[in-house]
């Protein structure tokens, strides 16, 4: 069926390395999928090199184009393909899977918690994506791009494999599962550094789930190693393809602000680095093709226990040097990674957003008392922030300590997972259980637990009514 809603532009992409500066091919027969320089072993850009195609069309063009397309019954347009042109413009829209990933809600901060924290601030809560976290939207884009490659060369066995903090193996091991054939999944997780429910959802999609004691850094060696010496899709965000998918939340971000960011600033959690890169990237694009003219101020945050982004921007520009860190336990857990995959993205792109808007990127450290207590207070007040939702408004009330942004600026925080993946940190919070190395003691204010109202089963319904009515101070009608 020839679906006339579906665009007609196809790019021309090519893998770009941020070491020596060589180009590869990423369409057509001769394409290959890198995942780094086979040249010198640096990081990869995906760019479309037809992108002044677009720059001929103007900013109201794409704006009313993006706008009609929220209306789209078309599924392979539906979901972060809306954006086609400025995604992955060489899929055909049966290469294209579509979970029900991206529009997810802005909420703005419960009007008393805003007044508390003197902050002007709303979630993007991305735990509402099919996961429950924002790895789908890259997910979606990396296997919409697998199954792309398995059609055009008839490839018949696909092995994708990631190493994970727990989000990325679960959106894997869903669209994995979806897919189907040819594509089977096995993810690597570090042991006991996964949540309980975020081990679930890879078990429950039938991956083959691998464990090794250690922490997220050691297992991306590996899978690294593995993917350099083996056949096998590496579906980390050192694949660019995922990096793509996850720009549709800063073009989502401004299309809720009906694309003008004036006054707004946005607050994302910094692990391996790769949402803040796609985030940067595409607001990068948004401002190249006149879809606005001001690009929105960026804070990373990043927990003191795994801070290298922090350590790096925070050094004097004239002598600071990347250094990996050894991290220490974090709340923040998908973002406990010392050594971040896509810290060379951020350093290209963050010149390139500060070249445009000079204080335009910035990076923010909290502790992590601050991104607990700021986790437990925001979901108090009706948000359903997981822990580097929390990390966000953290970092966004350090940044008001700090005098950097006005009580005025809008701060939307990304609150990359569902409060449900991580709700054992609640748990031990509650229980004052932390052990001493993540020094966080809870604050008696924020405690909550059941209580048990009977002693014992059988009791008359009068008497266990008087009881609850004496603990709630009911008054007789
Ligand atoms: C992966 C992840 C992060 C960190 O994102 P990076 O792209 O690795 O920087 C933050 N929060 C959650 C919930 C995640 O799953
Ligand atoms: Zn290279």
Do not use: V
């Given at each position: 069926m020839i679906d006339s809603t579906f665009p007609a532009y196809r790019g021309s992409m090519e893998y770009v390395c941020l070491g020596c500066g060589k180009r590869f091919a990423?369409?057509?027969?001769?394409a290959e999928l890198h995942y780094t320089c086979p040249a010198c072993n640096s990081v990869l850009m995906l760019e479309d090199t037809s992108i002044g195609e677009l720059k001929k069309q103007s900013g109201q063009h794409w704006r009313d184009l993006f706008d009609s397309r929220a209306a789209t019954r078309n599924p392979a347009l539906r979901g972060i393909f809306r954006y086609y042109e400025l995604m992955a413009p060489v899929l055909e829209p049966q290469d294209i899977v579509c979970?029900?990933?991206?529009?997810?809600p802005i909420v703005e901060g419960a009007p008393a918690l805003q007044g508390y924290l003197e902050a002007r601030f709303s979630f993007k809560n991305e735990g509402q994506n099919p996961s429950a976290s924002f790895k789908d939207r890259g997910m979606a884009c990396a296997f919409s791009y697998l199954r792309h490659m398995a059609r055009v060369r008839k490839l018949t066995n696909i092995l994708g494999i990631c190493a994970s903090t727990g989000d990325t193996s679960a959106a894997a091991a869903m669209y994995g599962a979806y897919v189907g054939d040819p594509i089977k999944t096995a993810v690597l997780l570090p042991q006991g550094k996964v949540t309980p429910q975020q081990l679930s959802q890879p078990l429950g999609n039938g991956a083959t789930v691998l464990e090794i004691p250690g922490v997220f850094d050691d297992c991306m060696k590996v899978v690294e190693h593995l993917a350099a010496q083996y056949q096998v899709a590496l579906l980390n965000s050192k694949n660019s393809w995922r990096i793509l998918g996850q720009e549709s939340y800063a073009y989502e971000v401004a299309q809720h602000f009906d694309w003008n960011l004036d006054n707004i600033c946005l607050f994302v959690p910094v692990g391996n680095a790769g949402n803040i890169s796609a985030i940067m990237a595409g607001l990068l694009k948004l401002h190249a093709l006149g879809i606005f003219t001001t690009l929105p101020r960026l804070f990373g945050v990043q927990s003191s226990h795994a801070d290298p982004v922090w350590r790096y921007y925070s050094a004097d520009p004239a002598t600071r040097v990347y250094q990996p860190v050894a991290v220490r336990a974090s709340v923040a857990q998908a973002a406990m990674i010392g050594n971040p995959v896509s810290f060379p993205r951020v350093r290209l792109l963050a010149e390139r957003y500060e070249s445009l808007l000079p204080g335009g990127f910035n990076v923010i450290q909290v502790t992590e008392q601050a991104i607990m207590d700021a986790t437990i207070i925001a979901n108090r007040h009706g948000h359903i922030a997981c822990t580097q939702g929390g990390e966000c408004l953290a970092g966004l009330l350090q940044a008001r300590k700090l005098n950097l942004i006005s009580r005025e600026e809008h701060a939307i925080l990304d609150s990359t997972a569902h409060s449900l993946k991580f709700s054992g940190f609640q748990d031990i919070y509650f229980r004052n259980a932390f052990d001493p190395e993540y020094e966080i003691k809870p604050k008696p204010s924020l405690y909550n637990a059941p209580e048990l109202i009977a002693d014992k089963a059988g009791l008359p319904v009068e008497e266990i009514a008087k009881k609850i009515a004496e603990r709630l101070e009911l008054k007789l009608v």
């Open positions: 990423a369409t057509g027969l001769s979970l029900g990933e991206g529009h997810t």
